[in-house]
């Protein structure tokens, strides 16, 4: 099954809703990966605003 990222928070999921934010508002045009091991010491999870470690999309349409 094809990854889609979640409109809202940007979470890369494989299902049907995302298990984060639990929408099912979901794109498969999205570009840019970040993985985030650490969000409480990365600059990079801050400049985001991502608070929970995982895989995310830069940018969603």
């Known amino acids: 099954m094809k990854e889609k990222a979640c409109k809202i928070c940007h979470s890369l999921v494989t299902g049907q809703i995302c298990p984060k ?4 508002s979901l794109s498969g045009d999205y570009s840019g990966i970040v993985i985030i091991f650490d969000p409480e010491e990365s600059e990079i999870a801050e400049k985001l605003q991502i608070k929970n470690k995982g895989r995310y999309a830069l940018r969603v349409r």
């Open 21 to 24: 934010c639990k929408t099912p």
